[in-house]
């Protein structure tokens, strides 16, 4: 029997691996190759995706890790160019980018805009925050950098989101984190919490009681957010709702665990599919968890070679697993498998600190303010309202 057909949502390059900083939570093992993708590859890359008819409706290109404002506008320039030029009219293509902020100018800016690029600056707060982890390669910090990148884009009026990594401290710090977004005029916010990934081990993951204090942090951030009124999205809060509140027949999607949903490229040509992490890894049992090279080989062969690896095997041995113990299956899909494996020793496993920081605590937030507001013990807020209305929830309680 041939193999279901893919749906690529999203396609993640690396346009190269090199990293101007060097934070110290960093998981890529090659942030110091200088190596820029070729023209050729990203023109490789497009005609094969496009030419299979696995693109969904519209896809997402994330240009990302290690920093991708490192290679200059004109780069990009071209590969949107060649990407637009092989776009079938029934694909949308929208392009992102996950930057560190450093080297944003006007030139940058006006790429972002020309291209409605979605940008995406890691910050991790205050200064205090930040340079604890996001430093220079001679230890010195890069906040004053950021900022100053952060304030061009709102000069120039490109929209933008914040990411922020989450480690220990910051979990008793919501209120200094929410005063310093709204002073600086980013409302849009995203959390990562800090992962154990590759070779990082995070301290927070290693603390018993981070479930409880993540919980109290992003309660106490939502709610003092919502009175605030500044910030308009919370990804961890607004997408677990889309989520949580869906109509019953409509599944949740998990694109880490689809073979080549994610469709993960390095500088070199080389895929990789599930969490975009596992590019530049390595492991003793999968190896480099690469499919081929798309310089090399054809999209229907890379697909292949996934669907036919213990890796897949694996990954949904995972997911099933899931599907059979977890209460929150129906709004996470199986999570993700990179956090599996660094934390369990294992794709085949369910539970992580990870799933329960990232899934477990949003859902149970958000049913606990939706019992909240049947009781009529808070009042509603425009999204809550929209949302609450939606249907029943195909999420089952925990006790
Ligand atoms: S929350 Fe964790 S255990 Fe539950 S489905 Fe997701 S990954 Fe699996």
């Given at each position: 029997?041939?193999?279901?057909a893919?749906?690529?949502?999203m396609?993640v390059?690396?346009?190269?691996?090199?990293?101007?900083?060097?934070?110290?939570?960093c998981?890529?093992?090659?942030?110091?190759?200088?190596h820029v993708?070729?023209?050729?590859?990203?023109k490789?890359?497009?005609?094969?995706?496009?030419?299979?008819?696995?693109?969904?409706?519209?896809?997402?290109?994330?240009?990302?890790a290690?920093?991708?404002?490192?290679v200059?506008?004109?780069?990009y320039?071209?590969?949107?160019?060649?990407?637009?030029?092989?776009r079938?009219?029934s694909?949308?293509v929208?392009?992102?980018?996950?930057?560190?902020?450093?080297?944003?100018?006007?030139?940058?800016?006006?790429?972002?805009?020309?291209?409605?690029?979605?940008?995406g600056?890691?910050?991790?707060?205050?200064?205090e925050?930040h340079?604890?982890?996001?430093?220079?390669?001679?230890?010195?910090?890069?906040?004053?950098?950021?900022?100053?990148?952060?304030?061009?884009?709102?000069?120039?009026?490109v929209?933008f989101?914040?990411?922020?990594?989450?480690?220990?401290?910051?979990?008793?710090?919501a209120?200094?984190?929410?005063?310093?977004?709204?002073?600086?005029?980013?409302d849009?916010?995203?959390?990562?919490?800090?992962?154990?990934?590759?070779?990082?081990?995070?301290?927070?993951?290693?603390?018993?009681?981070?479930?409880?204090r993540?919980?109290a942090f992003?309660?106490?951030?939502?709610?003092?957010?919502?009175?605030?009124?500044?910030?308009?999205?919370?990804?961890?809060?607004?997408?677990?709702?889309?989520?949580?509140f869906?109509?019953?027949?409509v599944?949740?999607?998990?694109?880490?665990?689809?073979?080549?949903?994610?469709?993960?490229?390095?500088?070199?040509?080389?895929?990789?599919?599930?969490?975009?992490?596992?590019?530049?890894?390595?492991?003793?049992?999968?190896?480099?968890?690469?499919f081929?090279?798309?310089d090399?080989?054809?999209?229907a062969?890379?697909?292949?070679?996934?669907?036919?690896?213990?890796?897949?095997r694996?990954?949904?041995?995972?997911?099933?697993?899931?599907?059979?113990?977890?209460?929150?299956?129906?709004v996470c899909?199986?999570?993700a498998?990179?956090?599996k494996?660094?934390?369990?020793?294992?794709?085949a496993?369910?539970?992580?600190?990870?799933?329960?920081?990232?899934?477990?605590?949003p859902?149970?937030?958000?049913?606990?303010?939706?019992?909240?507001?049947?009781?009529?013990?808070?009042?509603?807020?425009?999204?809550?309202?929209?949302?609450?209305?939606?249907?029943?929830?195909?999420?089952?309680?925990?006790?």
């Open positions: 029997m041939s193999p279901v893919p749906e690529v949502g396609v390059i690396q346009p190269t691996g090199f990293c101007n900083i060097d934070c110290a939570y998981y890529l093992p090659n942030r110091n190759d200088k993708m070729a023209q050729a590859t990203v490789r890359l497009f005609s094969e995706l496009f030419s299979s008819g696995w693109a969904s409706p519209r896809i997402t290109v994330v240009w990302h290690g920093e991708p404002l490192v200059p506008p004109s780069f320039r071209e590969a949107f160019a060649t990407i637009e030029a092989l079938p009219k694909v949308e929208a392009h992102s980018f996950q930057t560190n902020g450093m080297l944003i100018n006007a030139e940058w800016c006006k790429l972002f805009l020309d291209w409605k690029v979605g940008v600056v890691s910050i991790d707060g205050p200064r925050l340079d604890a982890n996001r430093r220079m390669r001679n230890g010195s910090g890069t906040f004053d950098r950021t900022l100053a990148g952060i304030r061009t884009l709102r000069r120039e009026g929209p989101h914040v990411i922020s990594v989450l480690g220990r401290k910051s979990l008793d710090m209120d200094e984190l929410l005063d310093f977004y709204t002073e600086e005029g980013i849009h916010v995203c959390f990562n919490v800090e992962e154990s990934e590759g070779s990082h081990i995070s301290e927070l993951m290693e603390e018993a009681d981070r479930q409880v993540y919980a992003l309660r106490r951030f939502w709610h003092r957010a919502r009175e605030n009124g500044r910030i308009q999205f919370v990804r961890e809060i607004d997408l677990a709702i889309q989520r949580i869906r109509p019953e027949e599944a949740t999607r998990n694109i880490q665990t689809e073979p080549l949903a994610m469709l993960n490229v390095d500088s070199r040509g080389n895929v990789s599919s599930f969490s975009p992490e596992l590019l530049g890894l390595r492991n003793v049992d999968y190896g480099d968890y690469l081929g090279n798309i090399r080989d054809s999209l062969k890379i697909h292949d070679n996934c669907v036919r690896s213990a890796l897949m694996d990954i949904q041995a995972g997911v099933d697993a899931c599907a059979a113990t977890c209460d929150y299956f129906s899909g199986g999570g498998p990179v956090n494996l660094s934390e369990n020793g294992s794709f496993s369910t539970d992580t600190g990870y799933c329960a920081l990232t899934q477990k605590v859902t149970d937030l958000i049913l606990e303010a939706y019992d909240q507001l049947e009781r009529g013990t808070v009042e509603p807020s425009p999204t809550m309202m929209a949302t609450a209305l939606t249907g029943p929830l195909p999420v089952s309680r925990t006790p």
